[in-house]
């Protein structure tokens, strides 16, 4: 889904036990800013986990000023 200041893209993952758990990537149409990412469908803990779902502990996406100096594509930086 595309918006004036961005765009939303979903990915879908079905678990083992057919439980479903999405992953929403927000990237700022400004792509010098860092994109967001959420989980959603599911309860977890973990460092890199806020209480919200919103991942915050990968170090690529933690700041715009660490995005930017990465250098790298959206989604090099997500198969690393």
Request: aromatic residues 14%.
């Amino acid at each position: 889904m595309r918006s004036s200041d961005g765009a939303l893209y979903d990915t879908v993952f079905a678990t083992l036990n057919c439980n479903t758990l999405i992953l929403r990537v927000y990237i700022p149409m400004d792509f010098s800013r860092a994109p967001f990412m959420y989980l959603y469908g599911v309860r977890a803990s973990h460092d890199w986990l806020d209480t919200h779902g919103k991942i915050v502990g990968y170090d690529l996406i933690l700041t715009d000023a660490r995005w930017s100096s990465s250098n790298l594509k959206l989604g090099d930086a997500f198969m690393q």
